[in-house]
């Protein structure tokens, strides 16, 4: 079987990235796994890596990067959203307060699953609202466990400090109180994927007068919970591929 696309350099950068399956690869180790000629090599790894697709680790060495598992998680979303409803949905029953999932999309990140409360004074959010990530419990949650680099580019302006995200790794859940709209309070909490990758974030927002000023206190715990079935749903799915693939 031809497995060339015609596509000189597309085929050769993906023989690139199949030899960094194996793991780290320094230059040499490279120029082994894939034929190519040295300068070759070299070029695509770095134009691989201008793109994320492909980064270094502490000892210089080229290995599968970031944005993999990006695509990965996107590739994932549709299930993601189809349990997203009835979690949500939940949430906002027991907490009587509007609900939300966000994803980040660069600089910004956007609601794609939103559960209204039906009556009185609320926080709507519509689904494809796009809001800052230098404010809110949700921007908290997506840029806390981000690398050290995209976390501090992250920082710059917003209203939130490094030690507070440090917090909010250490406890798993992050609140706020009038950070992105005065009046408005949220508690937010992490959905990972099957590899460990927070890709979302479950929030619940409502006005400060009903969360108080310590919203984590009341809905923390709830607000978990709700993200950790969005946790366990995708894990789910992912084990079953697997063992489809495998059988």
């Known amino acids: 079987m031809d497995n060339t696309s015609g596509v000189g350099v597309l085929d050769k950068a993906a023989v690139v990235l199949s030899a960094l399956e ?13 034929g190519l000629a040295r ?3 070299h070029r695509l790894a770095v134009a691989l ?11 210089g060495r080229f290995v599968l990067g970031p ?12 299930r993601l959203l189809a349990a997203a409803g009835p979690v949500l949905g939940a949430l906002r029953d027991h907490t009587n307060e509007s609900a939300q999932l966000f994803r980040r999309q660069g600089e910004y990140r956007v609601c794609v699953s939103a559960a209204e409360r039906p009556v009185g004074l ?8 796009t809001l800052s990530m230098r404010a809110g419990s949700a921007a908290q949650i997506l ?13 710059q302006g917003a209203a939130f400090t490094a030690t507070g995200l440090s917090g909010v790794r250490r406890r798993g859940w992050a609140q706020s109180v009038g950070e992105r709209e005065p009046g408005v309070a ?12 927070v890709i979302a974030a479950v929030s619940i927002s409502g006005p400060i007068e009903r969360l108080s000023r310590q919203p984590g206190r009341l809905h923390a715990a709830t607000v978990i919970a709700g993200a950790n079935k969005l946790t366990e749903v995708l894990s789910r799915h992912a084990a079953q591929q697997d063992a489809q693939n495998n059988a």
Do not use: F, M, N
């Open 22 to 34: 194996a793991g780290p690869s320094t230059l040499a180790q490279l120029v082994t796994a894939t």
């Open 186 to 197: 949220s508690v937010s909490a992490p959905v990972r994927s099957p590899s460990g990758r």
């Open 67 to 78: 944005r993999l598992g990006e695509l990965a998680a996107a590739a994932g979303e549709d």
């Open 122 to 129: 609320r926080d709507s959010i519509p689904i494809g609202a």
């Open 49 to 59: 890596e201008h793109h994320r697709l492909v980064t270094r680790d502490l000892q």
């Open 143 to 155: 840029l806390a466990w981000e690398e050290p680099d995209r976390l501090h580019r992250g920082l």
């Open 39 to 41: 300068p070759t090599a």
